[in-house]
């Protein structure tokens, strides 16, 4: 079985403070998505990185596939109180679409 | 606007009933899937279709079982209800050959 391993697994900081979120594994994947929950609802897509070493980027966040595909890491440039939620790490499976998500990262911006 | 969307956003149910989850989704996806969410544990994957008729067990199938009729609909069926059946369901959808999933709202059961 594949896992993914968050860290940390919650974060409090305060608004226009820089953060970094981490996505770990032992298990190679194809692809590599983040999604963020917010409370009563259903995770979003943020973004998907399918090549070793890819980054990109949504307005203030950065997402970095690692060069082995291994591990992934979120950035978040001067959070705001908006950011705040349940970021999920997901690694999609080579032959299949299934994916396996991490254990989350709670993230909360005190205003 | 595209969605996913889940019949009820809260139940409660009694130990032993029979339970019905469903799931519609509006954007002519191929896969669908039933999550459930548990704090510390994650999204742990139930079952998943890639076409109508079609399912496959996936990590904790025990106690569960689908049905997809049609292929906008994949109903999860909680044949029998138990207190560690309590949790919040998720069901998603994606497009064949994407890995990009879009989720429901989610239902959070309880079972008493």
């Known amino acids: 079985t594949q896992l993914l391993e968050q860290s940390p697994q919650f974060l409090s900081i305060q608004e226009g403070e820089n953060l970094t979120v981490y996505c770990n594994s032992s298990?190679?994947?194809?692809?590599l998505q983040w999604y963020r929950q917010e409370p009563g609802e259903g995770p979003v897509l943020l973004v998907t990185?399918?090549?070793?070493?890819e980054v990109k980027k949504l307005k203030r966040l950065t997402f970095q596939f690692g060069d082995a595909r291994k591990d992934s890491s979120l950035h978040i440039t001067a959070a705001q109180p908006g950011d705040t939620g349940l970021y999920l790490c997901?690694?999609?499976?080579?032959?299949?679409?299934?994916?396996?998500f991490g254990t989350g990262t709670r993230l909360t911006i005190i205003p | 606007d595209v969605k996913v969307t889940q019949s009820s956003r809260y139940l409660v149910k009694r130990t032993g009933e029979k339970v019905f989850l469903e799931c519609v989704q509006d954007?002519?996806?191929?896969?669908m899937f039933w999550y459930r969410q548990d704090p510390g544990l994650g999204l742990r994957l139930i079952y998943f279709?890639?076409?109508?008729?079609?399912?496959e067990k996936g990590d904790i199938p025990e106690g569960y079982s689908v049905s997809r009729e049609k292929k906008e609909r994949f109903s999860l069926i909680l044949e029998s209800a138990s207190t560690n059946q309590t949790s919040m369901y998720l069901c998603?959808?994606?497009?064949?050959?994407?890995?990009?999933?879009?989720f429901g709202s989610g239902t959070r059961l309880t079972v008493v």
């Open positions: 998603a959808s994606s497009l064949q050959g994407e890995s990009g999933y879009t």
């Open positions: 298990s190679v994947f194809s692809s």
């Open positions: 990185v399918v090549t070793g070493g």
């Open positions: 997901a690694g999609g499976g080579f032959g299949n679409e299934k994916l396996t």
């Open positions: 954007m002519d996806h191929e896969n």
């Open positions: 279709s890639y076409d109508v008729k079609m399912k």
